[in-house]
């Protein structure tokens, strides 16, 4: 089970926050990973960047998740661990 919290304080809604949840919800769906990927909002994080939305996934803190950057972003911080790579 691979457990990602999105940063939803008011500096991540503004960098984009609503749009990466909704990509991350459309990967799950589309990748049948329901029973695999727990998807979960958090208030701020304390780790603000100047670009992007904050992001942890499991224990680990990822910042500056862009719609630009969020392919990368999904492939190889979360379906790599949900897919044991």
Same mark, same amino acid.
């Given at each position: 089970?691979?457990?990602?919290?999105?940063?939803? %304080?008011?500096?991540?809604?503004?960098?984009?926050?609503?749009?990466?949840?909704?990509?991350?919800?459309?990967?799950?769906?589309? @990748?049948?990973?329901?029973?695999?990927?727990?998807?979960?909002?958090?208030?701020?994080?304390?780790?603000? @960047?100047?670009?992007?939305?904050?992001?942890?996934?499991?224990?680990?803190?990822?910042? %500056?998740?862009?719609?630009? @950057?969020?392919?990368?972003?999904? @492939?190889?911080?979360?379906?790599?661990?949900?897919? %044991?790579?």
């Amino acid at each position: 089970m691979v457990i990602v919290q999105i940063c939803v %304080g008011s500096s991540c809604h503004l960098k984009g926050a609503p749009e990466i949840v909704a990509m991350l919800q459309n990967e799950v769906a589309q @990748n049948g990973l329901e029973d695999d990927v727990v998807l979960a909002g958090s208030f701020c994080t304390g780790q603000c @960047n100047r670009v992007g939305v904050t992001i942890t996934v499991n224990d680990t803190v990822h910042t %500056g998740i862009t719609k630009e @950057n969020f392919r990368e972003f999904w @492939n190889d911080k979360i379906y790599s661990i949900v897919k %044991g790579g």
